[in-house]
C-alpha cells in the first residue's frame, strides 16, 4: 500500500456522488462508447490495520447515461441489464494488497446475480477537509471486466469473427469519501 495512505483516518467514509464518478468504455464498431452510472452509493471502512478496511458500493444500472437515450434504454432492456429483474449492480471487496502505485482492491462484483471476483487498481488521491470543515479522501480505481462473463451477451454479428459490440470493459471510477463525524 502506499505510504500516503497511512493519512487516512480509520473510520467510515461515505462516498459523495455529487464528486464522484462511476464511468465505463466499451468498443462499439472501430470506436468506443464511454458512459457513466448516475445514481450509486457507497462507502468506505477504513480500519487501523488498513490491509482489513472494507470498502461496498451499489449502482443503479437504470442510471446508465451513454448521451443517447435510445441506446441507453436497450441496455436497460432483457438485452443487456433487465432492469427490471436486476435493478443493482453491487461491489463487496474480500480484501487488500499493496500493488501498482497504490493498491488493489479484490472483491466481489455482481451484476445480473452472476458474482465474479475482481480486482481493482486503486490510487489514493490524499486527504484535505473541504468548505464546511468535512475531512475528505480522493481515490480512483480501475479495472476491466468481460461482460459475457456476467450475463451482459447480446451481440450483433457483423461477418467473419467481427461483432458490434466488445466484450471486454473498462471501468474507471472516481471516488471522494467523507469521513463520518
Known amino acids: 500500500m502506499s505510504t500516503t495512505a497511512?493519512?487516512?483516518?480509520?473510520?467510515?467514509?461515505?462516498i459523495d456522488p455529487t464528486h464522484s464518478e462511476v464511468g465505463f468504455t466499451v468498443r462499439h464498431l472501430m470506436t468506443k462508447v464511454?458512459?457513466?452510472?448516475?445514481?450509486?452509493?457507497?462507502?468506505?471502512?477504513?480500519?487501523?490495520?488498513?490491509?482489513?478496511?472494507?470498502?461496498?458500493?451499489?449502482?443503479?444500472?437504470a442510471s446508465i447515461d451513454t448521451g443517447t437515450q435510445q441506446r441507453d434504454d436497450h441496455v436497460r432492456s432483457g438485452?443487456?441489464?433487465?432492469?427490471?429483474?436486476h435493478p443493482s449492480m453491487t461491489f463487496t471487496s474480500t480484501g487488500l494488497?499493496?500493488?501498482?502505485?497504490g493498491f488493489i482492491l479484490v472483491g466481489d462484483l455482481t451484476i445480473?446475480?452472476?458474482?465474479?471476483?475482481?480486482?481493482?487498481?486503486?490510487?489514493?488521491?490524499?486527504?484535505d477537509n473541504d468548505a464546511y470543515g468535512n475531512t475528505r479522501a480522493g481515490f480512483e480505481a480501475t479495472t476491466k471486466i468481460n461482460r459475457k462473463d456476467f450475463g451482459v451477451d447480446a451481440n450483433v454479428p457483423l461477418g467473419g469473427e467481427k461483432f458490434l459490440i466488445g466484450d471486454q470493459v473498462s471501468v474507471n471510477i472516481s471516488v471522494q469519501a467523507v469521513l463520518q463525524k
Open 6 to 14: 497511512t493519512a487516512l483516518t480509520a473510520g467510515t467514509w461515505t
Open 34 to 61: 464511454r458512459g457513466a452510472f448516475r445514481d450509486f452509493e457507497g462507502s468506505i471502512e477504513v480500519a487501523e490495520d488498513q490491509a482489513t478496511s472494507k470498502a461496498t458500493a451499489s449502482i443503479q444500472l
Open 79 to 85: 438485452d443487456f441489464f433487465d432492469v427490471e429483474k
Open 97 to 101: 494488497k499493496p500493488g501498482g502505485d
Open 112 to 127: 445480473k446475480g452472476v458474482t465474479k471476483e475482481v480486482e481493482l487498481e486503486v490510487e489514493f488521491l490524499g486527504v
